[in-house]
C-alpha cells in the first residue's frame, strides 16, 4: 500500500491546515514582543505582560476546548477557531497601518488570536481518527507532529525576520494569509458523521 493511498485527500487538506495554523500562531508569537518592544517602546515589564496574555488561553481554554470538540463537529470548530484567529491578525495590521496600535490593544487582539489556536490545537488531533484507517493512523499523527516541529523550527525564525527588516505589518499579514489558508483548506474537508453517543454534563466530563 502506499503512503498516498494510506492517507487520503481528506486528510491531507487537514494535514496542509495544520501546518498551515501551527505556522501562523508561531509567526505571530515570535512578532508580537518584538513590534511591542521595538515599535511600541515596551519595557521588561509590559513585555512579560504581554508575553502572559499570549500563554494564558492554553491554562484557561484547553479543557473547555476538548469538551466542545467532543460534542461539535470538529472541521467547523476548527475553522470557526482559525477565522477568528485571522480576524485578531487582521486587526492587529489594520492597527499597524493606521497608526492605532498600542500595547493593551496588541495584548487584547493577541489574547484572541490564541482562544483561536488552542481549539485549533486541541480539536485537530481528535479529528485525525475519523479520516484514517487504523493503519494509517500512526503515520497520520507523524505528519501532524511533523507540521507543528516544522513550524516551531521555522516560525519564529520568519516572524523575526519579517519585523525585523520589512515591520510588523508585514509579519502579522503573512500570519493572518496562513489563517485564511487553513479555514480554506478545512471548508473542502469532509468530516464524517459520528455515532450519537450519551451526552453528559460538562461537569461531568472534568470530574
Known sequence: ???????????????????????????????????AVLALGAGEAETGLLQTALTL??????????????????????????ALRAAALLAILA???????????????????????VV???????LVPSLVSPQALPAANARIELARTVAFAAGPALGGFLVGWI???????????????????LTRLQEPARASATRRHPWQEVR
Open 120 to 126: 485549533y490545537s486541541v480539536a485537530a488531533p481528535a
Open 95 to 117: 492597527l499597524i497601518v493606521l497608526g492605532w496600535l498600542t500595547l493593551p490593544l496588541l495584548g487584547f487582539l493577541g489574547f484572541v488570536a490564541v482562544c483561536g489556536t
Open 1 to 35: 500500500m502506499t503512503e498516498q493511498d494510506k492517507l487520503p485527500a481528506t486528510f491531507n487538506r487537514l494535514a496542509w491546515s495544520n501546518l498551515a495554523a501551527q505556522s501562523a500562531e508561531q509567526v505571530a508569537l515570535a512578532a508580537a514582543p518584538i513590534v
Open 167 to 185: 515591520g510588523g505589518g508585514p509579519a502579522f499579514g503573512s500570519a493572518a494569509a496562513l489563517s485564511v489558508l487553513a479555514v480554506v483548506l
Open 57 to 82: 488561553p492554553f491554562v484557561l481554554f484547553a479543557i473547555p476546548a476538548g469538551l466542545l470538540a467532543d460534542r461539535l463537529s470538529r472541521r467547523w470548530l476548527m475553522a470557526g477557531a482559525e
